[in-house]
DNA sequence: TATTGTTATACTCTATAACTATA
DNA sequence: TATAGTTATAGAGTATAACAATA
C-alpha cells in the first residue's frame, strides 16, 4: 500500500468521507431520537437551541437554518402553538417580528440538553481521552470559524 | 495520566461532542444539497445507496433505514413510480418482495455520487494528508464496525 | 419599488392503526 | 396465531407563488 499512500489523494479523500458520512447519520440519529423522546423535532431542537442566546426576525432565523421564510413562518407558528416561542413586535422597522424564547421553552431545551448527556457520551466512549481532543481540533480545522456569532 | 487527564471528563466531551454536531450538520447539509440538485432527498440517495449490492425485503429495508415497515412502503411507491427501483416477488416466502434498483436508479445513484466528489473535496480541504487519516481512524475507532454487512 | 412576513397549496417523509395474504 | 406488506390517515417539514403591510 506505499504506492497507494504516496499519491494519496483520492483514496484517502473517499475514506474520510465516507467515515463523516457514517458518523454525520450516527450523530443525528442520536440527536433526533434523544429530541424525540421530548416531543421535539430535529429543527424544533435547532430553533430553541438558536433562541437561548438570541431575539432573531424571522429571516434571520430562516437564514440560519437554511430555510425558507414561509417555511420558518409554519416552524414557528407550531412552536408558539406549543408555547415554546412567542412572536413579539420589532421595534423600529415595523414589518419585522423578533421570535424569542418562552420560560418552557426554555426548560424543554434544558432538559433535552442535559439528556443528550448521556448518549453524548456513550458515543465518545471508544475513544481515549487523548484521542476526543485530537478529534475536537481535526473537526475545527475542518469547519473552520464558527459563523453564527458574527452574523 | 497527568492531573490533566484525569479530570478531564465533561469539559473534553462536551467540546467533541459539539463539534461532532457542527460537522454532522455540515456533511448532512453537503449530502442534501447535493441530492437536492439530483432530485433525490436524503433518504432516496440513502435507500439507492443501499440498493446497490443487495436486493432487501421491504423489512430489512425498514431495519437499515431505521424506519417503520409503513414508511418504507411509501418511500418504495414514490421511487418506483419515479423508475428508480422495482418490487420483485420473493422466492421461498411468498409474502415478501425484494427491493431492486433498477439501471435508471443506478445512473441516478452514480451520476450524484460523482457530484458528491467535489464538495466533499472542498470540505475536506483544510486537512493534510495525514490529518485525513488521522480524522479517518478516529471516526472508525468512534464507530465501530460497520453493522450492514452482517445482517 | 423593495422588503418582511403570512397564507394557500402541494409534496415528501414519517408514524400509528387497521387490513390482506401467506406462513 | 404470527409475519410481511399495504392502505388509510394524520401531522411535521419543506418549497413556490401570491399576497399584505411597511419601508
Known sequence: MTSDESSDGPATDRAAFDALVEASFAVQGLLGRTA???????TQLRLLGILRDREPT????ARHLQLEKSSASGL????EQRGLVIRKPGAQDRRTIR???TPDGRKL???TERALAQP???LLAP??????RQLTGLL????????????
Open 76 to 79: 414557528i407558528d407550531r412552536a
Open 58 to 61: 424571522m429571516l434571520d432565523l
Open 109 to 111: 431545551i434544558r432538559r
Open 36 to 42: 424525540d423522546r421530548h416531543r421535539l423535532s430535529l
Open 120 to 122: 453524548a457520551a456513550e
Open 140 to 151: 475545527r480545522d475542518l469547519l473552520g470559524p464558527d459563523p453564527l456569532p458574527s452574523s
Open 127 to 132: 475513544l481515549t481521552p487523548r484521542q476526543r
Open 99 to 101: 421570535v424569542a424564547i
